[in-house]
């Protein structure tokens, strides 16, 4: 078994590779009510792919149905309609649990069991061999930024939530798992304690494995991910890489004066005029071509940077065409 300081040279995400993450069409809805008589569709029709080494982010408000799918990919909750693959099996399938990792939204731990009780008994239910807890424990509790004594003297009920967190994760990382999915783990976090978790998944892709996470924490999504995917009551609205979502690096936000109208509004599409008679708009071609035709013109540059939409500019501008108003 591969181990979690390995870096092998296969982990550059590639569309090349088979998916180890594929759904069609997935849809749920859940009965409830006494008499199970109403219907609450929390995934509609979800087909996505995910590929092998991939940091993949799904976002979405609450109630968009994050877990729902996370759940039904993990064989947790079957499908009204619609399949899936993980690692090229049907969802749910038994052997491939092996190789899979979970951090649940809000992990129940046993309060009165110590961080190292807890991961003997999670690496346990994998039947994994005393003699590989003994290493793979504190291999685990290192990568994850808890100290061997808190881990073997306190109790869980002691444990800050970072701390909580972070067990949480080393349990779902017991089986050295291929793919690893982990709801909102963030949430709950303060700014250092996100941090934390940020190094832990950069770490996990380093060592080339997979990870399915859920968040609406943009801002960290933004720095991780290779690829995102927002859903909202329960429909996926876009997936995609970062760079095909937000644009390349190479946009530009130039504001200037003169030139001929017709001429700048070809370089730039989004061309607007201001009463002081300066104009401004997005450059998305060759930035030293623009200001050669900008001279020819007469035209002169006010100022230029560069622009990319934030993945927080970008997710609300999704929502706001969808009408959706976003739960806090
Ligand atoms: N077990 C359940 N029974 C009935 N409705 C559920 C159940 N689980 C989730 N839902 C509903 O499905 C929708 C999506 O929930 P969820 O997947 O938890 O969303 P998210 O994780 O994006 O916040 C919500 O409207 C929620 O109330
Ligand atoms: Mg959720």
Known sequence: MQSFTDTPDSHL??????????????????RTGFWMNQKVVS???????????ETFGLLGPNGAGKTTLLKLLLGIIRPTSGKGLLLGKPLGDRLTKQH?????????????????EFLELAAGLFQIPASIQRQRIPQLLDLVGLSVADARKKQMRRYSK???????????????P?????DEPMSGLDPLGRYRMREIILSLKAAGKTIFFNSHILSEVEQICDRIAILTQGELICTGSLAELLGSE????????????????KWLPNLVFEADG??????????????????LMGGQIISINLSRYSLEEFFIQQIQKQNISVNE
């Open 278 to 295: 300066s104009w401004q708009g997005t450059l998305q071609a060759d930035y030293y071509d623009f200001l050669a035709s900008l001279r």
């Open 178 to 182: 291929q793919l690893i999915f982990l």
């Open 100 to 116: 899979l990792g979970y951090l649940p939204e809000n992990p129940y731990l046993y309060e009165y069991l110590t961080g190292w």
């Open 43 to 53: 995934l509609k029709s979800c087909s996505l792919e995910v590929y092998q080494g």
């Open 13 to 30: 995400t590639t569309v090349n590779t088979p998916p180890v993450v594929v759904t069609s069409e997935l849809r749920k809805v859940y």
């Open 162 to 176: 970072g701390m909580l967190q972070r067990v949480g994760m080393a349990q779902a990382l017991i089986n050295d």
């Open 250 to 265: 190479n946009t530009y936000y130039v504001k200037g004066q003169g030139g001929d109208w017709e001429i700048l509004k």
